[in-house]
């Protein structure tokens, strides 16, 4: 292929209409048809990443192998695609102005004035480039983030117009809008999908083709309608109705011919028809259960259904493989106490104790742990869930009472979990935990052997307390053992109890690498286990 195509997808009416999901199914659909294809984030907003953003400002932070904290929809990317993000995937504003007062600061420009136009949409370009040339794709797709219209988006815009003049027929727009319906007048209205392509002519980018999201069956009358008042193709007027599932998207995005439409604008061949005999199955599977089960999930975000996405998802991927239907009870750990976690817990088949930081919500679950051990229930912690399930053996087996993370009491005299060694000078909070893909060794005869099947795996990580090695003979003595190391710290990753039927908690974050085609082993078995429970 002589040069990389370039697919820039802008949203605008509302936030929240699915530009990830509509460039992960595209994606899908153009690595169906054998080509190499790769997704990138542009975020507009001031941090340089996600990594200190509160769950409830920007939901899940997701982290990549090479230790980046990213954009949540860079989860949906991996999960579609089943092939590994970067940190070259997700670029946001702060990173950008970063690297061009950084520039500055060294002389770079020789004197120039550093203006919003060239030199920060120059940075945005070359960013958008990058990933394009790194490894060679044949097309990326560039989604920005935010609505046509806001300020924070106005140089990307920028940015796009510039490199659509400049790479020519080698790069297309697409734009999101919604078309509302109106119960009240019994239509739905196309005025917001015109203003929003009139906002972006306005900042010079004429979209090639729209996507317009919509709860009701739109009709040709409404096809036509848009196509002619936005300067489009009535072939390039594509509906995305709402699914019932975000995995039904890239077979709807075919039937609408989304995937053909871009190839042929993009001078590219569509002789060759997608592969999505797997997607197929997967979702075939996941539409029609043989069984179900209910697995609780414990957290201090479960208000926010974007908090805890990967793992949700992973939970859909792991149902599918067990062909059941996963019921994910959400129970917020600060509303258990020791007066109704037993009746708050007693239906659930499964719990998973989910990561976070901070002390809020940290005694209910530790008392979810508790109850899992105790009544036998599957159990999986993830990072500090696995640390609460520490420390609840510590207290209630080892009969250390006052155990306890020093991340939670700085001052406990039992410091089961305790600050890594290389985190104690670090003072500044962005982009400095352990971060991003590091190896385990798995003990033989163990649950976690028998969950990967191998004695060593690569899992991403995102902390900064760990296991502390001085109490792990005591623990092992009293039946909770460490069955994955890191060779070359000695971390602690996995800890399991073997009379347990499935208890295991782990120091890393399974679910950043669960996908459709290849859903996470340890979310799969643990599934299998609520099963007979």
């Not at 490894?135 to 920028?158: A, L, M, N, Q, W």
Request: charged share 25%; glycine share 6%; aromatic share 8%.
């Amino acid at each position: 292929m002589p040069s990389t195509k370039y697919i820039f997808v802008t949203g605008g009416v509302t936030s929240s209409l699915g530009k990830g999901i509509i460039s992960a199914s595209l994606a899908k659909l153009l690595q169906a048809r054998g080509y190499h294809v790769t997704i990138q984030k542009l975020d507009p907003y001031l941090n340089i990443d996600p990594g200190t953003l509160n769950p409830y400002e920007h939901g899940e932070c997701f982290v990549t192998d090479d230790g980046a904290e990213t954009d949540l929809d860079l989860g949906h990317y991996e999960r579609f695609l089943n092939t590994p993000t970067s940190q070259a995937n997700n670029v946001t504003t702060g990173r950008i102005y970063q690297a061009v007062i950084n520039k500055e600061r060294k002389g770079d420009y020789l004197g120039k004035t550093v203006q919003i136009i060239p030199h920060i949409t120059d940075e945005i370009k070359r960013r958008i480039k990058l990933v394009g040339q790194k490894k060679k794709f044949d097309v990326v797709i560039t989604e920005i983030g935010g609505t046509v219209g806001d300020i924070e988006s106005f140089p990307y815009v920028e940015a796009v117009r510039q490199l659509k003049w400049e790479l020519g027929s080698d790069s297309l727009a697409i734009h999101l809008t919604l078309v509302p319906y109106l119960s009240a007048a019994k239509e739905l209205k196309t005025k917001p999908t015109q203003h929003s392509v009139k906002m972006l002519l306005e900042s010079g980018v004429q979209p090639d083709i729209l996507v317009l999201r919509t709860e009701k069956k739109l009709t040709l009358d409404i096809k036509k309608k848009v196509a002619l008042f936005c300067n489009v193709n009535i072939n390039s007027v594509i509906e995305s109705i709402d699914a019932s599932t975000i995995y039904e998207v890239p077979l709807l995005m075919y039937k609408e011919k989304l995937d053909a439409t871009v190839l042929t604008k993009l001078n590219l061949p569509t002789n060759k028809d997608p592969e999505l005999k797997p997607w197929k199955e997967f979702l075939y599977k996941l539409k029609n259960p043989k069984t179900e089960v209910t697995i609780g999930l414990i957290g201090k975000y479960i208000e926010l259904p974007d908090a805890y996405k990967s793992i949700t998802e992973s939970f859909i991927h792991a149902g599918a493989a067990n062909n059941c239907k996963v019921n994910l009870i959400s129970i917020h750990s600060a509303k258990i106490t020791e007066e109704n976690y037993n009746e708050k817990l007693k239906n659930l088949k499964g719990i998973l104790v989910a990561p976070g930081f901070g002390h809020r919500g940290i005694d209910g679950k530790i008392l979810a742990a508790k109850y899992a051990r105790e009544n036998d229930i599957p159990f999986l912690g993830i990072c500090l869930g696995m640390q609460c399930a520490v420390v609840e053996f510590a207290r209630n087996v080892l009969n250390l009472e006052d155990a306890n993370s020093s991340e939670i009491d700085r001052r406990t005299a039992n410091p089961v979990i305790d600050i890594m060694e290389e985190q104690k000078d670090v003072l500044e909070k962005g982009g400095t935990m352990r971060l991003g893909a590091y190896s385990c060794q798995i003990k033989n005869n163990t649950k976690a052997f028998e969950v990967y099947n191998k004695n060593e795996t690569v899992e991403r990580h995102r902390h900064r307390y760990e296991f502390n090695n001085n109490y792990l003979a005591e623990f092992e003595k009293a039946g909770m053992i460490a069955s994955g190391f890191n060779s070359e710290t000695n971390l602690v990753e996995i800890i399991e109890i073997p009379k347990n039927k499935w208890f295991v908690g782990v120091q890393f974050h399974p679910e950043y690498k669960s996908t459709v085609i290849n859903p996470h082993p340890l979310f799969v078995n643990f599934v299998k286990a609520t099963i007979s429970e």
